[in-house]
């Protein structure tokens, strides 16, 4: 399988707490995005890194790339409990028409 | 803008039976839709890319036969679930390209079959 792997699987913190969220994948990429899955509904489009970037800040994001190691990790700064949701990372890989693989997500729970 | 609507958001149907499954590009024309199954507490699998006007290309393991994508205009793409099963139970999702901002998915349609 070409699916990427996340960790860790699920995350539990306490609000204003940081979560990192880690991406490895196996293939050369065009670029890495990040995603968030509120339970049972569709996915939000919340930030993507090109292949020849390293790191990319987006309000409370922080995502940083690592083409030699084929990781990422997704940082959410001061976290909110509304920030509670599953988050998948999603490779578009050379070669691949722009066909999205995801990761394996991880479920962050953010309580109060 | 770069909106894509999809429908119905959940479907119950008898096993046997068939369900179609619209997914639209409101505001931008798709000459590409992916269509994604999620099993639960699982990640989002790619079942199929669909280009405007050509036959779609499936990925592996997934039966052509069973899943039909249809994808006769810029703005709409189809998947119909021939004879459903229990198992085909799943969330399916699709994804347009190319969008304004990049990559937009439908809201997901949750399939039970019983």
């Known amino acids: 399988s070409q699916q990427g792997e996340e960790d860790p699987q699920a995350l539990s913190i306490q609000e204003g707490e940081n979560a990192t969220m880690n991406c490895s994948y196996k293939?050369?990429?065009?670029?890495l995005q990040w995603y968030r899955q509120n339970s049972g509904r569709g996915l939000v489009h919340l930030i993507l890194i090109r292949s020849n970037e390293r790191e990319k800040h987006s309000g409370r994001l922080r995502v940083t790339l690592d083409t030699s190691k084929k990781s990422s990790s997704l940082l959410i700064t001061a976290s909110r409990a509304a920030d509670t949701a599953s988050y998948f990372c999603?490779?578009?890989?050379?070669?691949?028409?722009?066909?999205?693989?995801f990761g394996t997500g991880t479920r962050l729970q953010v309580t109060l | 803008g770069a909106v894509v609507s999809q429908h119905p958001s959940w479907v119950i149907c008898k096993s046997g039976t068939s369900v179609k499954i619209e997914c639209r590009s409101l505001d931008f024309q798709a000459t590409t839709m992916f269509w994604y199954r999620q099993f639960p507490k699982q990640s989002l699998m790619l079942m199929a890319t669909s280009n405007e006007g050509s036959k779609a290309t499936y990925e592996q393991g997934v039966e052509k036969d069973k899943f039909l994508i249809n994808h006769a205009s810029l703005t709409l793409s189809t998947l119909t679930v021939t004879s459903a099963h229990p198992e085909d139970s799943s969330f399916y999702i699709c994804s347009a390209m190319p969008a304004p901002y990049g990559y937009t998915f439908g809201s997901g349609t949750r399939l039970t079959v019983v």
């Open positions: 293939t050369s990429i065009n670029n």
């Open positions: 999603a490779t578009d890989a050379t070669g691949t028409a722009s066909k999205l693989t």
